[in-house]
């Protein structure tokens, strides 16, 4: 899925090209692109006709726009979703699920999903950590990249968890925008195994990769994102080129570019965790438990 920056490099764009106009009509040519709004297409038609797209807005991973109404389009990327910005007269694309056309006649808000997990929904707003977001956003965490995050008061909600690092970086609800690739890179960055205990962890530790994951997703982000194939890209199609930079993640058998080990790959949670046996020590609980098993 689509992490931190390549949801910023989609914000940018729908902000430089959609923010300030009014919504002429919604055309739904995919059920499954809506089925989060109830009322299905009428519903989402009648409340974004005649609204004009106030600001584009992030939080973490999710992706919204404010309406002049207070309410809020919220855009679920999904797997393979995409907000394309294109000229009306640019053939549909094969996986084109909704469009926007707006009153000035211009350029169309294209929402295309190959594997239709993602969609459209829009949404009431609730008042989260002294801002306005919507409804389904509103148990999510700030992300590093926010003005407003909290380092130190991340660093606390950490430590007093049971669970392990990697598992941490994940949840959402203590801090956003962090996902498998970026957990893979902050924790190589900071020396941390993903297995750690995140209530044995000092505060310098959980400092440290929380200034790495700023670090790489701001480095990330200077490059477009990290696009694997052809389904991230930005409102004009164009993929990032961050996946060069990458360290670890998808790097398996690989030299580190730290100490030349192998970069090993491990099960986790249904997906893999990339990471140096050298810079990473695995922590010693998890070793004793791997001999008894």
């Known amino acids: 899925m689509p992490e931190l920056p390549e949801v910023e490099v989609v914000r940018r764009g729908v902000s430089d090209h959609a923010v300030g106009r009014t919504v002429a009509s919604v055309e ?3 059920p499954r692109a809506v089925r989060r709004q109830a009322g299905g297409a009428p519903e989402l038609g009648a409340r974004l006709a005649g609204r004009t797209l106030v600001a584009a807005r992030r939080r ?13 389009l919220l ?57 306005r977001v919507p409804l389904p956003v509103g148990h ?7 003005p407003a995050f909290d380092l130190e008061a991340a660093v606390g909600a950490y430590r007093r968890r049971r669970t392990e690092l990697k598992r941490a970086l994940l949840d959402q609800t203590l801090v956003s925008g962090i996902g498998n690739i970026y ?9 941390l195994h993903s297995l750690r205990p995140t209530a044995r962890l000092t ?7 929380l200034t790495a994951a700023h670090e790489v997703m701001t480095e990330s982000l200077a490059q477009g994102g990290t696009s694997f194939d052809a389904l991230y890209v930005d409102v004009h199609g164009d993929s990032g080129y ?5 360290a670890v993640y998808g790097r398996e058998d690989e030299p ?15 997906r893999s965790s990339f990471w140096c046996p050298t810079c990473q020590k695995v922590p010693r609980a998890a070793r004793e438990q791997k001999g008894s098993s």
């Open 183 to 191: 957990a893979d890179e902050s924790l190589w960055r900071a020396r």
């Open 203 to 209: 505060r310098p530790d959980v400092r440290n990769v």
């Open 28 to 30: 739904v040519l995919h």
């Open 140 to 146: 999510i965490g700030r992300d590093p990249l926010d």
């Open 60 to 72: 973490g991973k999710f992706l919204w726009v404010d309406l002049d109404d207070g309410t809020a």
């Open 256 to 270: 580190c570019p730290r100490c030349g080990t192998a970069i090993r790959r491990t099960a986790f949670m249904n």
């Open 242 to 246: 961050f996946a060069r930079a990458l």
């Open 75 to 131: 855009a679920h990327l999904g797997m393979s979703g995409q907000l394309l910005v294109q000229p009306a007269d640019r053939p549909d694309e094969k996986h084109l699920r909704v469009r926007l056309r707006f009153r000035d006649d211009g350029s169309e808000l294209r929402f295309v999903d190959q594997r239709t997990f993602g969609g459209l929904t829009a949404v009431d707003t609730v008042e989260s950590d002294g801002e």
